[in-house]
Each structure stands twice: as structure tokens, then as C-alpha cells.
């Protein structure tokens, strides 16, 4: 069964060091979205693309995260400088097309702490 | 805007007995409402999506939902508890445009506990 892979699956750094995520979809899924889910919280959408395009980055933080997706394909997700707060799950997803009755698929998640 | 509020943090039930964790919405227009399950360290998964066709909703591994307009409310229910179960559950309205942008607004989830 095709899954949305994602890594590193945990990620430990100190404050002000740069991370990122990397995330591999479904193949053939054109829209793909990152989540952080803070613990306790559920998952709130940081970034949607549609296939290479940014649909929506409006809960991204930019001065310090950014999301790339360059040939619509697998995507990165990037924090630098990490801050204390930061520490989360961050869940990649895929979904076939965008509309709102679409299935998302979650990949396992990357946990991060920031020390 | 959309919103979900899950009325219960947390649900402690006995193996072989109902299950029922509670969603309430709101919704300015006829929402697109699921449910989602996450089991410790996994990602998340699809238990059922309303559609709109049919106010009762079955999902997988014996899940069902019942939306209910009047009430706002979009409870999901479970006639036997199986251990298998225990995991969050989060309820969830899709906030689209109509356009490319297709944003899920998560409950703040409910920790389902299972005892034998």
C-alpha cells in the first residue's frame, strides 16, 4: 500500500540551529500540505501546495520557516533558527487533487525538540 | 470561519461496550465534516467523510457518524469497544473556497482508552 513517507522520524537540536524535513508523497498526488501538531493540540496547517505552486502559506511563520516543493514532487520543510517553541510533530500529508471532500494521507510524522 | 469543538479530552471505556466520542461545529454553510484517527506514533487516517448524501456515515473498522443539522453536531459512535481502538481521535471540517486552497481545521482531539 502506497504511503507518504517522511523523515527524519525524530529530530533533536538546540535553539538557533537550522532543521528540515523532507517529505515524499503518494505518488501521483498533486496537492500536498505540512501540519504541525503541537503536543496536547490538533494538527494546524502550515503550508498547502498544489503541485509546485504555494496555495496557501497564510500560518507559516516565514521569518524563519520556509516550504519548497520544487518539482511538484517530494517537499522540504526548513526552520532556521529554530526557536524553543518549535518543538512539535510535523506531519506531511498528500491528497489526490484539492476540493474538500478529498482524503488526506499522513505520512508518521518528523518530532522535533528544541533544546 | 469554521470551527470544531470535541467536548471530551479524554473516553474511557470497557472492551465490548459503546463507544461515543462527541463533535459539536460551526459552520456559516454545509460543512464537509470527518473524523480521523491517529494511533501512538503513526499518522494520522480517515475513519469516515460526510458527504452530504446520506446523514449517517459508516466509516472502517465499525465506525459510524450522524450528522445532525439542528444539533450541529457530527458525533462518532461505536456499538463494541475492541482494545485495537485506543488511539486519538480527532474531528475535523474542511474550510474550501471552492478554489485550490483546501484547509482542515482540526478538534483538539480525543485520547480513546480501552479497558480490558
Known amino acids: 500500500e502506497a504511503e507518504v513517507a517522511q523523515s527524519p522520524r525524530y529530530k533533536i537540536t538546540e535553539k538557533s540551529q537550522a532543521v528540515a524535513f523532507w517529505c515524499d508523497p503518494i505518488?501521483?498526488?498533486?496537492?500536498l500540505y505540512w501540519y504541525r501538531q503541537i503536543l496536547g493540540q490538533g494538527p494546524e496547517l502550515l503550508v498547502q501546495?498544489?503541485?509546485?505552486?504555494?496555495?496557501?502559506d497564510s500560518q507559516l511563520p516565514k521569518d524563519r520557516f520556509s516550504a519548497e516543493r520544487l518539482k511538484g514532487v517530494d517537499s522540504t520543510l526548513k526552520i532556521q533558527p529554530a526557536e524553543l517553541g518549535d518543538s512539535a510533530m510535523y506531519l506531511c500529508?498528500?491528497?489526490?487533487?484539492?476540493?474538500?471532500?478529498?482524503?488526506?494521507?499522513f505520512g508518521e510524522g518528523s518530532r522535533l525538540t528544541v533544546l | 470561519a469554521q470551527s470544531v469543538t470535541q467536548l471530551d479530552s479524554h473516553v474511557s471505556v470497557s472492551e465490548g461496550t459503546p463507544v461515543l466520542l462527541r463533535c459539536n461545529y460551526s459552520s456559516s454553510y454545509s460543512p464537509s465534516l470527518f473524523w480521523y484517527v491517529q494511533h501512538p506514533n503513526k499518522g494520522l487516517q480517515l475513519l469516515l467523510k460526510y458527504t452530504s448524501a446520506a446523514t449517517l456515515v459508516k466509516g472502517i473498522n465499525g465506525f459510524e457518524a450522524e450528522f445532525k443539522k439542528s444539533e450541529t453536531s457530527f458525533h462518532l459512535t461505536k456499538p463494541s469497544a475492541h482494545m485495537s481502538d485506543a488511539a486519538e481521535y480527532f474531528c475535523v471540517v474542511s474550510e474550501w473556497d471552492g478554489g485550490a486552497t483546501n484547509k482542515l481545521i482540526f478538534g483538539t482531539g480525543t485520547l480513546l482508552a480501552v479497558q480490558p
Open positions: 500529508a498528500s491528497s489526490l487533487r484539492t476540493g474538500g471532500l478529498q482524503e488526506l494521507f
Open positions: 505518488s501521483g498526488h498533486a496537492t
Open positions: 501546495f498544489q503541485d509546485e505552486s504555494v496555495v496557501d
